[in-house]
């Protein structure tokens, strides 16, 4: 007798769940990421060897790990049809799959994409009753897949995934425990709960979006607006094609000098990214370079950065470069060729300039909103934040389009950036200082500071036209 | 937004499950084993610090971590009422705690023990519907808990651990995940699935327990025989008053070379035990040490060993040592003081003699049997194996029982020692060497090869008079 | 046959080096460091026990790890003559250790202390030449222990040293492998070579202070001015007494929330210590705290914190918390009761004030001394720094000094600190914030950018004398 | 500043040796092991890039790790002259090259192959002296190199070697730490110290081989017989065409049931490898499998595997499975294709047929001689061994040429193996078993343990010729 193993192997920052089930020195992976090897360790650890590789749905957030792994481990790649994938092997309703006396029944779920597949659990030791559910992007815990991917389908496509989930998912029973492809955090969806865990009886009675009948669901779903952030385009591609390679043909970025990094930042081409956080880029800065804190590359480097052009970093410590290295490759940017040696106190002790981005405090905001000074207040948070509130006299752009949207900002007046806690607002500060504005501070804090400080919050649909407020 | 954080730790082969709750900064553990580095290392990895710690019942099993972890955090003690523990503070019916945004609700749940309770938790960001249960000892997967620790009020108990089961627990709801104390493997209980998921409506369904009416469940667990190993003793009188000594006490083991180890086997008083595998123990050990091979420790040291004298290990390798040395101190064997430096090619090269345990193949052992050879076939399986049929003529001493019933076995006869796959054959081997018995050897594969190759299997009954039954 | 084990574990930032010697089974631990682990892990790995431990010195800038090693492996403790250990047993001149077949013999080195002993490594199955010399703090690689702890003895212990090196140590030969108690960074010395390998043939001839004769030496010695940190005078009463607690009794800081962490500013008797980059200090940072930026603990805690407070930390990541708490408790600061949760982003999206302290860039600097503008230039590096050259018009205040000699610093004027890359002025910036300062702004980058980018550097005694300087 | 970074790299087993040099965000690789993960690591810890990589001469025990490291760093590979490699470039004497302020000069030390190169290393911090030297397989701690690699021009290759060493090395001076290749244990040479560290110093005057003159030295190398395993050939010739494949492409070997197993073990494609101890397998084996016992997998698989056919392991864990097969990656036998599920217990349970070598004690061996009965004694160590001792009436036959002989041993008589301790005994008697001999014993102990009991013990002349030795 061998434990069945079913270990949930996660993403961070990308907040991608996969997952590997093992027995009988058998195993499968669900979803794998790009950097596979803690799968290959796992089944090692349990003296079995991978077989199977599953993809519920052809991704678009991430270079899938299925090729990789497979190239490492010969185990065969299983998707769902409806979509032309150039590898792998497309699976139907009922085909299943045994991992020692681990079942894998195939459940054709679309709605989030035409190919997605749920794959239920069974023990067969213990009957045919299923006892989990591997359900992709098509159910979460908290909210269901996005449906925006098909714009002219957008109504066909939500009701395909209500009928996944009421007809094929809920069914399975109240009983079942849930596994889905993201967690909260992740760009598929936004209302994901903070939980792991979670069945599809509770989600039954809990999730919003479950409790809405059909007609109100692809209402709601068909009205929805995601962001659908540049690198989706290059993810899709690279899924269907397989096109990734291998982890082990990457070559180690190289530490560089201040000198020689500073030759990279005046030649146009390179990408220059300081990963510190907000404080430190705040604090001190290499002129030219663009701010995405670590913890935000997962959700922002593919709006800003470029496949074509390599990519050099600035970071504290080696963890936090390798950590947004990790976070880059995962979604297909392969070219990160280098980093600056010493970090930013290597900058600074050859002597070179820097720059840096002063912190607003709340307190000074309100009191300049008040005294009804001149600035731009630009709030770079996503639509449905806004919907929630704004301060008054603030400026929408989403971060995401603030660099095709730089002309609606006055230079002849101090930018302050602002977002939901003042992390996405040094990332537009920094895009605004490579644009050549030069007054440009970052409310640390920002809407969750307003919030707990007591700021004047006000509707939208009036902070949006901030001159006609100010005329009011 | 931060994520909720559960996490199983595992103490291997004592198939014993203990939990780590963490949210925004704060971490609850429920039933932590002994050497609780796991825990405080998930707590700093999350940037936590651990304020509660749950007993869901007075562990007989093994040294609870609960004050280990308590003295090295800060932490509070909560265990159920009805056992006078000697420290921690009683908890009662309906009282919560918090973790974040996690709630934890006292559920008591009596019928393992009187103190038993289990943990009802619930995502309060998401409602007040729970979402899983911790329920200690009370239920497993596949199997309910022991009712054998009050054998004058077995009735009584067996009646309260159904009540708790269908009143309470089973009433939560199908979809709430459950999350018990013990896995497959430990002596806890003997039904339990490989699955280490699994909810309410599952068990509620497929767990054979749950399939009977109160009566009939009554009178099976009230008819239930459980082994009870010596140590269970020792271990409920630790956890009751809390006496375990602080790991930080107890002193590494060390290396000692064959002389001085010979000198620890001649006097009476060392325990020497060889944890290496059945096969090399077969090829070569060393004479009067008592064999438990490694993944055995925790099922059968608590039969075999003393708390009052020092233990010295046999072991192939440091990692086995250090595994072997886990468990014992996982079940209070604090006495580990020595190993022998080299393994038993140490011993061998030393020039000192070793004994050797010839393997009999199943193929031999039909033969000698069907020949009608005279000699012992010593089956020392549990009473529920050996109920599922014997090899013809073998004699039944449960393993534990073996040091108190040697007089049973004829000392002019060749012995062979059988259990389900040879591994406790080794065991009993060892002991019957270690008491004078000569001709002994083990059939490594037992049962298990039986069933593969196809021996001749008759109901216990029968072979239980071996006499009788030659005579027949 | 098995190796003979070599192993050094670093302190980092202590710039500490300490040693094991495994074979056959036994293991000696040289200097260890607090938490002492490592040593246990590496003796396990090779199936050793830790049988002795020696200090090659009363240390005075670390809390030594032999007791807490000797607890938990039941080592004995050895260390010199000539102080009044509490604990341990002294050694004497020829004393030998055997360590399988390496061979530890003590040589009496006195000088850096009175007790200070070397130990002469041989492998006695290759003879009686030695191999290689563990010097504590008598040679290090590229300089010589300090002789400043005796101030009314100065040239008796400098001539002592002498003795010993050229006496003792040299002669052993040059073939003779050198491992010192310290590398580069120390503060027991401060003209160590980056390197870690060296023999006494190496140091004989390139260690500058081996250059001299025995006049020349001692009068050099005589004269040098070191540091002496006031947590000095702690270490050496632990040392002494053998009165550090066990790290098992330490409990692990607690995470508080930015309105409890507020409490604890406000309230006088807490040290908030904040542990980030300088930038990130730069860019924010919480009032009232104390900046130690994590690679400075080491080297400058020991001036500015009072072991009766308790230390709260602010740090941005769980690693950056752990290492400082690490040095610190290496420092014997056992009081580290707690940290910000969320780090500075935790405070700032409560809402809470916070502060920076602007960088100034070098180019900035040159300009406002050129314009003869009115502000302080705060140099708060060592004396030997300064001594090489200062920028016009600075004013040098030592940061171990800068607590006592606040009132020598204009509050009327904006206040520029320096040093020789910006990290120590920053933790000067936070004092004079701390202490009511307003106008402080920090040079990153400071002498190290001077150099590179080419500012006018003068002699300290001019720049000693700003008024003066002023004045003409 | 930055410390100046050198470390080794241990390959267990082959007693390989490699050394990683960083500084200033350079590295360099002296000798790397073709899992080269490791070097990867040490650099990114330490913030540095691999830029050079340096083999000391074509070596023939192991695939060098040189082409896998530059395939994953983009590092220039450097050799010495005098091979016709088809990688790398070639350096010549005086070469230099730095790594931060550490300069590796090139010395051409021939003698162990012609383009055997050593690395001078310098701190040019501290001056010109070199502080170190890398010697490849030029200079040993205790032992030189073998030159027995051109064996019809054994005399002028030992020539060269002497000069290497008196004209090149020594001249260095003996404050010279010195690093090479290979340590004790090493097929690369026998006289090995069990020490790592050692200086030009230590070993001009200890070193039995250099306490020779040239023409003694000339004499005794050419008279030096040493194994060469046939395996020698494909790492030859590996090393020179860099044919070998990138690790990411040879996939993980799968777990096989007893039934697949017992099928590869039929059909004699297969090559099927047991590596656990000695005592496992003599206690229980697959009948047909060819016995290695990990931790002598380096030292003799290259003479028993063939490169043409794959490999399926017999292990007891996964952790000495991996070790095996780490082994046979670094000696580029890529195809391990599976491991026996469940180990040997996998197999009895399935019921299948094992076999055993019984152990004979050394009482008993001696009981047998003394009592003159007829069986053979095959004495399977190496010459040197040999010669100095052997028991009486040993028939020797040295390991790796048993395949090849084992028409000499006759198959009416039981046949006892033997060696120095009983390990390469076990690999012998499962030959033997292999080739159908019946009647084959081990004994556990062997040599070592005769020198411990006490046995008779004869030149090998005298022993050589059993059947005379009787009649005499």
């Known amino acids: 007798m061998s434990a069945m193993i079913l270990e949930t192997i996660r993403s961070d920052y990308l907040a991608h769940l996969s997952y590997i089930l093992i027995h009988k020195g058998k195993a499968a992976v669900i979803d794998p990421r790009r950097d596979c090897q803690a799968y290959i360790d796992l089944a090692r650890q349990h003296g079995a060897s991978i077989s199977h590789i599953f993809e519920t749905h052809r991704n678009e957030d991430y270079v899938t790990g299925s090729r990789e792994l497979a190239r490492r481990t010969g185990a065969q790649i299983m998707h769902g049809k409806g979509f032309p994938f150039d590898f792998g092997a497309p699976v139907s309703e009922g085909d299943w799959f045994d991992i020692g006396d681990l079942r894998l029944t195939v459940l054709e779920t679309p709605g989030h994409t035409f190919d997605s597949i749920s794959l239920v659990l069974r023990d067969m030791s213990s009957g045919e009753d299923p006892v989990a559910v591997f359900t992709g992007d098509a159910l979460f815990i908290g909210d269901v897949g996005r449906t925006d991917f098909y714009p002219d389908r957008r109504e066909e496509v939500a009701g395909l995934l209500y009928d996944s989930i009421f007809g094929k998912l809920l069914p399975l029973g109240d009983h079942v425990i849930l596994y889905p492809a993201h967690g909260a955090g992740s760009v598929c969806g936004s209302g994901m709960a903070q939980r792991e865990f979670s069945t599809l009886g509770f989600e039954r009675r809990h999730n919003p979006a479950l409790q809405l009948g059909r007609e109100a669901f692809v209402r709601r779903k068909a009205g929805e607006r995601h962001e659908y952030p540049p690198y989706f385009r290059k993810m899709e591609e690279i899924n269907a094609q397989g096109s990734d390679a291998p982890l082990c043909e990457i070559r180690e970025p190289k530490p560089l000098g201040a000198e020689e990094f500073a030759k990279l930042v005046a030649n146009g081409g390179a990408q220059v990214v300081d990963v510190r956080s907000p404080e430190a880029i705040a604090g001190a800065f290499v002129p030219g370079s663009l701010a995405i804190p670590e913890q935000l590359v997962s959700g922002y480097a593919g709006y800003l950065l470029d496949y074509g052009q390599p990519i050099y970093l600035v970071a504290e410590t080696q963890e936090e470069m390798q950590s947004a290295r990790a976070q880059l490759l995962r979604m297909g940017y392969d070219r990160v060729e280098g980093w600056l040696a010493g970090g930013l106190t290597g900058w600074e002790t050859a002597g070179r300039q820097y720059d840096s981005i ?115």
């Open 358 to 472: 002063p912190a607003v405090n709340v307190r000074e905001l309100v009191r300049r909103i008040q005294a009804d000074e001149d600035f731009t207040l630009l709030d770079v948070r996503k639509q449905e934040e806004v919907e929630a509130g704004m301060l008054p006299g603030a400026r929408h752009i989403f971060l995401g389009d603030l660099p095709n949207r730089l002309t609606e900002i006055p230079r002849d007046k101090p930018v302050t950036t602002f977002c939901g806690s003042g992390q996405r607002a040094v990332i537009a500060a920094s895009i605004l200082k490579r644009h050549g504005f030069e007054r440009v501070e970052d409310n640390l804090g920002s809407m969750a500071a307003c919030r707990s400080y007591g700021c004047p919050i006000v509707e939208p649909a009036t902070s949006g036209k901030p001159d006609e407020q100010e005329a009011a």
